[in-house]
C-alpha cells in the first residue's frame, strides 16, 4: 500500500456542481496535511492546510478524519478556472524530519460549460 | 527575490552526461526542498536542507544525485552519468522556517530529458 493513496480520477463535472475529494494515508504518526493545486505544467501551489476541527476558504472546505486516516477537500459551485490536478501531502515523521512531504499521484479534475 | 528561481528551465542531456540544477530561493528562507516529479506522478521527496546543513537526503534515488547549499541560500542539485529514467521534473521549494506546518513556495521547476 503506498504512503498516501488518492483517486487519480479523472473528474469531469459541470459548472456549478459540488465535488469531493478524498486521500488516505497510511502513517497514523502524521501530524500535516495539506491539498495542492497543480495546473498542467506548472509548480504545485497551496490550496489549504488541513486541520483537525476542519477548515473551509471560500467554496473549499477541507476535513480530516484521523480515525480512518484520510482528508477531504470539497469545492462548491465549481468554476471553469478550478480545472486543475488536486494534490494531497502528508507529512511523514521520522528520522528526525517531520517536514518530509509525501504526496499523492493527484486528482484530474475538469470542469466542463 | 520575489519567489524561488530556478535555472535551466529546460535541460536535454545525452545519457552519460553530468547535469547540474539550481535553485534560488526566496530570500530570508532556512529551509530548502527538492522533489522529483515524473509525468502523471506526486512529487517524490529528495533531500532537504535547513541553512547549509543536509538534514536529510533518503530520497535520494541513487549516489549519481548530489546535492549542497554551501551558503544557505542557492543551492545545486547535480546529477552525474545521467540516466534515461532520470527524465523528470525536479521541483525546488522553500519555507520560511522549516515548521512542518509552513506553506511550500515552489519554482517552476526544471524540466530535464535524458535521451
Known amino acids: 500500500r503506498k504512503e498516501v493513496e488518492q483517486d487519480p480520477g479523472p473528474f469531469n463535472v459541470p459548472e456549478g456542481a459540488t465535488v469531493a475529494f478524498n486521500c488516505t494515508y497510511s502513517?497514523?504518526?502524521?501530524?500535516?496535511f495539506f491539498w495542492y493545486r497543480q495546473d498542467c505544467r506548472k509548480e504545485p501551489k497551496l490550496l489549504m492546510s488541513?486541520?483537525?476541527?476542519?477548515n473551509e476558504d471560500g467554496r473549499f472546505t477541507a476535513q480530516l478524519n484521523r480515525a480512518s486516516q484520510y482528508i477531504s477537500l470539497l469545492i462548491r459551485d465549481s468554476k471553469l478556472s478550478d480545472s486543475a490536478t488536486y494534490l494531497c501531502?502528508?507529512?511523514?515523521?521520522?528520522?528526525?524530519?517531520?517536514?518530509?512531504?509525501?504526496w499523492g499521484l493527484g486528482t484530474s479534475l475538469a470542469v466542463n460549460p | 527575490g520575489a519567489g524561488v528561481s530556478q535555472s535551466p528551465r529546460y535541460k536535454v542531456a545525452k545519457r552519460g552526461q553530468d547535469v547540474a540544477l539550481r535553485c534560488d530561493p526566496i530570500?530570508?528562507?532556512?529551509?530548502l526542498f527538492w522533489y522529483q516529479q515524473a509525468l502523471g506522478q506526486g512529487p517524490e521527496f529528495l533531500t532537504y536542507?535547513?541553512?547549509?546543513?543536509?538534514?536529510?537526503k533518503s530520497g535520494l534515488p541513487s549516489d549519481r544525485f548530489f546535492a549542497e547549499r554551501p551558503e544557505g541560500s542557492v543551492s545545486t542539485l547535480k546529477i552525474q552519468r545521467t540516466q534515461q529514467e532520470d527524465s523528470a521534473v525536479y521541483l525546488c521549494?522553500?519555507?520560511?522556517?522549516?515548521?512542518?506546518?509552513?506553506?511550500?513556495?515552489f519554482g517552476s521547476g526544471t524540466q530535464l530529458s535524458v535521451l
Open positions: 530570500s530570508g528562507h532556512v529551509s
Open positions: 536542507f535547513q541553512n547549509e546543513a543536509q538534514l536529510d
Open positions: 521549494a522553500s519555507s520560511l522556517e522549516g515548521r512542518p506546518q509552513e506553506k511550500l513556495f
Open positions: 501531502a502528508v507529512n511523514s515523521p521520522g528520522a528526525g524530519n517531520n517536514r518530509k512531504l509525501i
Open positions: 488541513v486541520y483537525s476541527s476542519g
Open positions: 502513517n497514523s504518526a502524521s501530524q500535516s
